[in-house]
């Protein structure tokens, strides 16, 4: 098992800068391909990026490319999604997940935190 535990959400102007934490503890972080999703009201969850374990690749969604960036300490098994230039189309709940393959899919990944609002005003 691997718990999750996100941070860091919060209310912010569009243009505006917020950083997400995800602490993991449980089995051994590194083993493990993390991801950002996000999911607003009456909508379906969404991938927002996701980083390989050991190489550090990063995968984005096409609509945060340039303005998200993921990174990890697995010295302290958590990962970031540092936000920039937000939106107020970037409102949702997010959440951070684990998973073996780095995937924009769901349920490519095996555990998910309790998710983290981000409400971005106009």
């Known amino acids: 098992q691997v718990q999750l535990v996100e941070s860091g959400g919060g209310l912010v102007q569009a243009g505006g800068s917020l950083r997400l934490s995800c602490a993991a503890s449980g089995r051994t972080f590194s083993n493990y391909v993390m991801g950002w999703f996000r999911q607003a009201p009456g909508k379906e969850r969404e991938f927002v990026a996701a980083?390989?374990?050991?190489?550090?690749?990063?995968y984005y969604a096409d609509s945060v490319k340039g303005r998200f960036t993921i990174s990890r300490e697995n010295a302290k098994s958590t990962v970031y999604l540092q936000m920039d230039s937000l939106k107020p189309e970037d409102t949702a709940v997010y959440y951070c997940a684990a998973g073996r393959v780095a995937s924009p899919s769901p349920p490519a990944y095996d555990y998910w935190g309790q998710g983290t609002q981000v409400t971005v005003s106009s």
């Open positions: 980083i390989s374990r050991i190489v550090l690749s990063t």
